[in-house]
């Protein structure tokens, strides 16, 4: 079993910054691959950043390529995800997600059984 806990979010004005942090335990951390997924309410949550397990290989949605970018720490069993230029409909409650180690990037939130409490990440002036 994977524990995942998230902290960082917060309340920016369009244009600013937060770093969310993932503190993962219960498993060796270099084992997992790790995403970041958001969730708006009356939506499905949606893959915002991924990462696999040797962190070499990353993949970003669309909407955030350029102003986010996900990275781990595997001497501190922790994955974040930087976000820069910050709009309003970034606003939503974020979620850290981990799976077991796979080759590739995982991008459906079903390939992910561990999954944070969520942060709630608002972008208004």
């Known amino acids: 079993q994977v524990q995942l806990v998230e902290s960082g979010g917060g309340l920016v004005q369009p244009g600013g910054s937060l770093r969310l942090s993932c503190v993962a335990s219960g498993r060796t951390f270099s084992h997992l691959n790790m995403g970041w997924f958001r969730q708006t309410p009356g939506t499905e949550r949606e893959l915002v950043a991924s990462i696999i397990w040797s962190g070499f290989t990353t993949y970003y949605t669309d909407n955030v390529k350029g102003r986010f970018t996900i990275s781990r720490n595997d001497n501190k069993n922790t994955t974040y995800l930087q976000m820069n230029s910050l709009k309003p409909e970034d606003t939503a409650v974020y979620f850290c997600?981990?799976?077991?180690?796979?080759?590739?990037?995982?991008?459906?939130?079903?390939?992910?059984?561990?999954w944070g409490q969520g942060t709630q990440v608002t972008v208004s002036s």
């Open positions: 997600a981990a799976a077991p180690v796979r080759m590739q990037i995982l991008t459906e939130s079903s390939d992910y059984p561990y």
